[in-house]
């Protein structure tokens, strides 16, 4: 089973794909934690990324698709993967049709998770971290038992992303709709699109996504 999750920074991609990762035993493939696995081994195409990384450039669709290439062809992967974070683009979604054919693979499904960006920019704005263990609250949905103590370890020490404020937030969901939104069209087209809404509870997302897939 191969799939993508589509949705805007803080929809929940993440949180649901390591749930589907457990329940169906496929896996999260992000295209961060690839470039720097690719990186770290050594490999011809992982010294190419390493290259263009340290002369400050961008990654290229190309090397990216080449990356994910060698990642599929892994034992682990042979129940499926989760793509988390790619395709952005088009373009790229349509490299990434075209690696998948040559394996003789395909997407099963193809998953939005929706959004209303108002309530995403309270969702987003109103997380902050344990700074010793990390774990993870919210001002309004996801308070600590005792206010200003971690639950998990006790410490009294937390922190909030520097980006995690109302203007950044607003710009990287407009860059979400502008580039990458036009994928669900895509993917629409070919009729494996589905929506699953992403406001509801993360419980009943989770039920939503392996009444789906499953």
């Given at each position: 089973m191969?799939?993508?999750?589509?949705?805007?920074?803080?929809?929940?991609k993440g949180t649901q794909s390591k749930r589907l990762e457990e329940k169906f035993s496929i896996v999260q493939l992000s295209t961060g934690d690839m470039l720097r696995a690719?990186?770290?081994?050594?490999?011809?195409?992982?010294?190419?990324?390493?290259?263009?990384?340290?002369?400050?450039?961008?990654?290229?669709?190309?090397?990216?698709?080449?990356?994910?290439?060698?990642?599929?062809d892994q034992d682990d992967c042979?129940?499926?993967?989760?793509?988390?974070?790619?395709?952005?683009?088009?373009?790229?979604a349509e490299a990434l049709s075209t690696m998948?054919?040559?394996?003789s693979l395909q997407l099963?499904?193809?998953?939005?998770?929706?959004?209303?960006d108002?309530?995403?920019?309270?969702?987003?704005?109103?997380?902050?971290?344990?700074?010793?263990?990390?774990a993870g609250y919210h001002d309004s949905f996801q308070k600590p038992a005792t206010e200003g103590v971690c639950d998990n370890c006790g410490s009294t020490d937390f922190t909030r992303r520097a980006d995690d404020n109302a203007e950044t937030v607003r710009n990287r969901l407009n860059a979400y709709h502008e580039q990458t939104a036009p994928i669900a069209t895509y993917y629409g087209d070919r009729g494996i699109l589905k929506q699953v809404d992403g406001m509801?509870?993360?419980?009943?997302?989770?039920?939503?996504?392996e009444n789906l897939i499953g």
């Open positions: 191969n799939l993508i999750l589509l949705g805007p920074p803080g929809a929940g690719a990186v770290a081994s050594g490999s011809e195409i992982g010294q190419q990324a390493k290259a263009v990384m340290e002369s400050g450039g961008l990654v290229s669709d190309e090397l990216v698709i080449g990356i994910i290439s060698d990642r599929i042979k129940n499926g993967f989760i793509l988390d974070g790619f395709p952005r683009t088009v373009p790229q998948l054919a040559e394996k099963d499904h193809v998953i939005e998770l929706t959004v209303d108002d309530a995403m920019v309270e969702r987003i704005c109103g997380r902050y971290t344990c700074s010793k263990c990390g509801a509870a993360i419980d009943d997302v989770t039920s939503t996504l």
